[in-house]
């Protein structure tokens, strides 16, 4: 009897774990009303996810969504404010068939917590980190810190080329 009670306790050990890490996600209700990149930019959930991924330069975005056709229209619409909004493509992975997910997961998972419990981001932001948001910079402004400066700045100097060929022609 001892022996069934030390099993079952080591097996519900790491789902207690899991069990109080949070995840945000985008649920339905975020996917139903009109979005534009700073609706997305501001977001609690995406804003602190973004946040930690920049901050853990290793790290990447798994976006964890039912394997469905709505899980998959959100996820790749996700990625791609993502990336409109500075984030690098590359470090944001979409990952299908979490269907215990009503909607788009956020989730940060740095290469050197990979034998450790996944490290989730919450939505639902205590008064201490909502001080903590409140004072970080808005989505696309930190996503362009990332950068370069002589990246944007070539890049404009392309754009400002093009549009001379083009009045010129």
């Not at 050990?13 to 209700?29: F, N």
């Not at 996810?49 to 619409?77: F, M, S």
């Not at 909607?103 to 981001?121: K, R, Y």
């Amino acid at each position: 009897m001892m022996k069934r009670f030390l099993f079952l306790l080591i097996c519900l050990m790491p789902i207690g774990h899991a069990a109080e890490e949070s995840v945000a996600v985008l649920d339905a209700e975020f996917w139903f009303m009109p979005r534009h990149g700073s609706v997305v930019a501001e977001h609690d959930g995406v804003r602190v996810a973004v946040n930690k991924l920049i901050a853990n330069p290793d790290a990447y975005l798994a976006l964890r969504y039912p394997d469905n056709e709505t899980g998959e229209l959100w996820g790749q619409e996700l990625q791609a404010w993502l990336v409109s909004l500075g984030l690098v493509s590359d470090r944001i992975e979409l990952q299908p068939g979490y269907e215990q997910v009503e909607g788009v997961a956020l989730v940060v998972i740095a290469p050197d917590d990979a034998s450790e419990p996944l490290m989730m981001i919450d939505a639902v932001v205590d008064e201490e980190a909502a001080a903590i948001v409140d004072e970080t910079l808005p989505v696309v402004e930190l996503a362009t810190d990332v950068l370069p400066e002589s990246e944007p700045v070539e890049q404009e100097d392309v754009v400002l080329e093009e549009q001379l060929e083009l009045k010129q022609e």
